[in-house]
């Protein structure tokens, strides 16, 4: 999608802190970080939310979170743990409409969410 931020840094059009990178997805560190591990991992293809996705998109929602994972314990945070948040429109707080997975980590989060 070309007014897509994410899309375009999935294409490498606009700079960022990319930390891993396969043909199906990207994943790179947040521009505002809310922790001091905040990662996002995106898939390539433009899908606006979580609730865009059907059945065929199970295989790449479970390899976007299994790689959420393993990056967050690249970065040190397998002891501690970490939170992998899906934010979704409005009331979920999405403000970027191409679906991604938060990696939040490295100081206790607080439960709920405000
Ligand atoms: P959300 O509010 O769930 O849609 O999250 C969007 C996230 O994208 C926010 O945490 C932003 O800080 C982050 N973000 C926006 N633009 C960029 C960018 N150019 N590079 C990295 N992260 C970004």
């Known amino acids: 999608m070309t007014d897509c931020i994410f899309c375009k840094i999935a294409e490498g059009e ?14 790179f ?4 970080p809310q922790a001091p591990v905040h990662f996002l991992v995106i898939p390539k293809k433009h899908i606006k939310n979580i609730m865009e996705v059907h059945d065929d998109h199970s295989s790449l929602l479970g ?3 299994v ?3 393993e990056l967050s314990k690249e970065l040190g ?3 501690k743990g ?3 948040v899906v ?11 191409h679906l991604h997975i938060h990696a939040l980590a490295g100081r206790p989060l607080e439960w709920p969410p405000g």
């Not at 606009?14 to 997805?25: A, N, Q, R, T, V």
């Not at 560190?29 to 505002?32: C, F, G, I, P």
């Not at 934010?87 to 409409?97: F, S, W």
């Open 14 to 27: 606009i700079p960022s802190k990319k930390i891993y990178e396969d043909e199906e997805m990207a994943a």
């Open 63 to 65: 390899r976007l979170l």
């Open 29 to 32: 560190h947040d521009v505002s």
């Open 82 to 84: 970490a939170r992998f």
């Open 67 to 69: 790689k959420a994972a």
């Open 77 to 79: 945070c397998e002891e």
């Open 87 to 97: 934010n979704c429109k409005e009331h979920g707080g999405q403000t970027v409409d």
